[in-house]
């Protein structure tokens, strides 16, 4: 079975500082990984997305990912935060397998500080 | 706009009480999922139909059922509601083949209260 772990549920970061959410996942099969953003009382919006091409992958507003298969990672950067980036992330693994389910971590909440 | 709409957006029970979450697509996709999203737990797969006319259970189908109604259409049903099914509901849907890789469109939500 997929599993993704995210290590931290809250992060604080300045404003202008380096945003870092970890993620790590665990699937049977070649992945394909996630990153999503809500926003409160919000859905789930796609922030960017590896499906086996380019390993770093760049996604809206600033966001960028890299795979790394050797430590099962896909950890998710921004290089100055900004008001606006504080919410809920989501990293999530899809099961190829089985229906295309997405199998969630369990969010890290980012605040934004002045 | 196209996209995943869910009715209701807000809905209170009483313990017992039954009631279906709509969700309709209009963007041709062939997959609908059903998710609850509680603090702290991520969401968590309820139902899910891969296709028109077939579903399967998710990680935490106990308590719900579902129908694809058609192409377009994916309900939830909570035949008794009992205050654990408390939670936000989204719907989500992604399409097949290759454009699956453009990721799931979710709905924006249904937050359910059940006392």
């Known amino acids: 079975a997929q599993s993704v772990t995210q290590l931290g549920s809250h992060v604080s970061v300045s404003e202008g500082a380096l945003v870092l959410l970890r993620c790590n996942y665990s699937?049977?099969?070649?992945?394909?990984l996630f990153w999503y953003v809500q926003y409160p009382n919000q859905g789930l919006q796609l922030l960017l997305k590896y499906t086996s091409a380019a390993t770093l992958v760049k996604g809206i507003n600033g966001f960028e990912a890299e795979f790394k298969k050797s430590e099962t990672s896909f950890h998710l950067t921004k290089p100055s935060a900004h008001m606006s980036d504080a919410a809920e992330y989501f990293c999530a693994v899809s099961d190829r397998a089985a229906g295309n389910k997405l199998t969630f971590g369990g969010g890290t909440r980012v605040l934004v500080k002045p | 706009n196209a996209g995943v709409t869910q009715t209701p957006k807000f809905q209170v029970l009483k313990t017992g009480q039954s009631m279906t979450l709509q969700c309709a697509q209009d963007?041709?996709?062939?997959?609908m999922y059903w998710y609850r999203q509680d603090p702290g737990m991520g969401l968590r797969l309820i139902y899910y139909?891969?296709?028109?006319?077939?579903?399967d259970k998710g990680e935490v189908p106990n308590g719900y059922n579902v129908s694809r109604l058609n192409k377009r259409e994916f309900s939830l049903r909570l035949e008794s509601a009992a205050p654990s099914q408390t939670s936000v509901y989204f719907c989500a849907s992604v399409p097949t083949g290759d454009r699956k890789l453009y990721g799931y469109t979710f709905g924006s939500g249904t937050r359910l209260t059940v006392v």
């Open positions: 963007m041709n996709h062939n997959s």
């Open positions: 699937s049977s099969v070649p992945p394909y």
């Open positions: 139909s891969a296709s028109e006319g077939t579903t």
